[in-house]
C-alpha cells in the first residue's frame, strides 16, 4: 500500500495488535509498526490470560500477527519509530529504515521498560524465578522459599501479596530499613522473616534463583524473588507527537489519556501498559480494542459528521 495511511499503530505487543485487529475488522487502511520490544519476551509463560495461560508469549505475538493478516487493509512492519511529527492533515513517523509514514491518526502502544535494580546475576534470571508481578508468576512459585526485595509501604505490600501463594516468604530490606513498628508487627503476625543484610549478587542458573548473597558474605537460599522495576517509556515519541505524561507510583512517564484513550495531542491515542499505573496483559488487550473503536469513530466524525466524542 502506497499514499497516506489512517492509522499507525506504534508498537505490536497486546494493546497494538488488538487495536489493529478492531481497526481491520472496520476496514480501516492501518500500518503497524512493530520494533519487537514486548518486555515480557523474557517470561517463560503468560500468567492468567484465558486462551494462553502459561503459553510462551511469543506465541500470543505470532498468533495476533497470523490474525491480521486476514485483513486487506492492515500492514505489518518490523520496524522502529525514530522520530515523529505533527503535519498538515496528520503525521508523520520516521522508522529507522529512512522510510517516512504519514497517517491521520497514531495509536501509542509501545508499551514500557521495565527497570529492575542493577544487581548482579539478575539479568539471567529476570522473568522466571526474578519478577515483578505476583500474579504473572505467583502459580509457577506456589509452595516455594520466596523473598520480596522492596523498601518501605511497598516492602509490605510485596511480601504479604507472596503470602498468597507460599507461607515461606523472607522482606529483603537491603540495608535500608524504613519500616515503621506497626509494618515490621505486620509482616511478623503474617509469618514474615525480615532480613536487613545488604543484597549484592543473586546466584543461579538456567533461570533459576538458588541463592541470595549478601555484603557479609553470607547467603540465603530461596527459589523465587519479587523486586521493584519501575517502568519508563522507550522512546520520546509521545513528547515528540505533543502527549504528556504523568509521573505515578509505577511508572515515571506513563502517558496521560483521558476515558477514551485520547491524549492531549489532537489525533494521538495511547493504549496499554504506555500509560496504565497497572501492567496487565488482559487490560491491554482490551484498552487496544476499545482505543481502535474511538480511532473508527473519530475518523468517521471527519468523513461524516457522526458525532464524536460518542456519548
Not at 492533515?89 to 529507522?96: A, I, S, T
Not at 515519541?237 to 476515558?259: K, R
Request: hydrophobic share 40%; aromatic share 6%; net charge negative.
Amino acid at each position: 500500500m502506497s499514499g497516506q495511511w489512517e492509522c499507525a499503530v506504534v508498537g505490536a505487543g497486546a494493546a497494538g495488535l488488538s487495536a489493529a485487529l478492531v481497526l481491520g475488522r472496520a476496514r480501516r487502511r492501518t500500518v503497524v509498526i512493530d520494533a519487537d520490544q514486548q518486555s515480557n519476551r523474557a517470561s517463560s509463560g503468560i500468567g492468567g490470560l484465558l486462551g494462553f495461560d502459561q503459553r510462551p508469549p511469543a506465541e500470543l505475538y505470532a498468533a495476533g500477527r497470523d490474525e491480521l493478516s486476514s485483513y486487506p487493509s492492515v500492514e505489518y512492519r518490523r520496524a522502529s519509530v525514530e522520530v515523529g511529527r505533527r503535519v498538515d492533515n496528520g503525521f508523520e513517523l520516521e522508522v529507522d529504515d529512512g522510510e517516512v509514514i504519514h497517517a491521520r491518526r497514531v495509536l501509542l502502544a509501545t508499551g514500557m521498560q521495565y527497570c529492575p535494580p542493577e544487581i548482579p546475576g539478575l539479568t539471567e534470571l529476570w522473568g522466571t524465578s526474578v519478577f515483578q508481578c505476583p500474579f504473572c508468576h505467583g502459580w509457577e512459585m506456589r509452595d516455594k522459599r520466596l523473598a520480596a526485595l522492596a523498601a518501605g509501604e511497598e516492602a509490605v505490600h510485596s511480601t504479604l501479596m507472596l503470602r498468597g501463594w507460599t507461607d515461606d516468604v523472607v522482606s529483603l530490606t537491603d540495608g535500608h530499613s524504613q519500616l515503621s513498628s506497626e509494618d515490621e508487627d505486620a509482616l511478623r503476625t503474617a509469618g514474615v522473616t525480615i532480613d536487613d543484610r545488604r543484597v549484592v549478587e543473586l546466584i543461579g542458573e538456567e533461570g533459576q534463583l538458588t541463592a541470595i548473597a549478601f555484603a557479609d558474605g553470607t547467603r540465603l537460599e530461596r527459589d523465587g524473588l519479587l523486586v521493584e522495576a519501575p517502568l519508563k517509556q522507550r522512546s520520546p515519541l509521545a513528547e515528540q507527537l505533543g502527549a504528556s505524561c504523568t509521573p505515578g507510583p509505577l511508572a515515571a512517564d506513563a502517558i496521560s489519556v483521558d476515558q477514551i484513550h485520547r491524549t492531549e495531542a489532537g489525533g494521538v491515542f495511547a493504549a496499554g501498559d504506555v500509560c496504565t499505573e497497572q501492567p496487565h496483559l488482559a487490560g491491554a488487550i482490551a484498552a487496544g480494542a476499545q482505543a481502535a473503536m474511538i480511532i473508527v469513530q473519530s475518523l468517521l466524525a471527519d468523513e461524516f459528521g457522526l458525532p464524536y466524542p460518542p456519548t
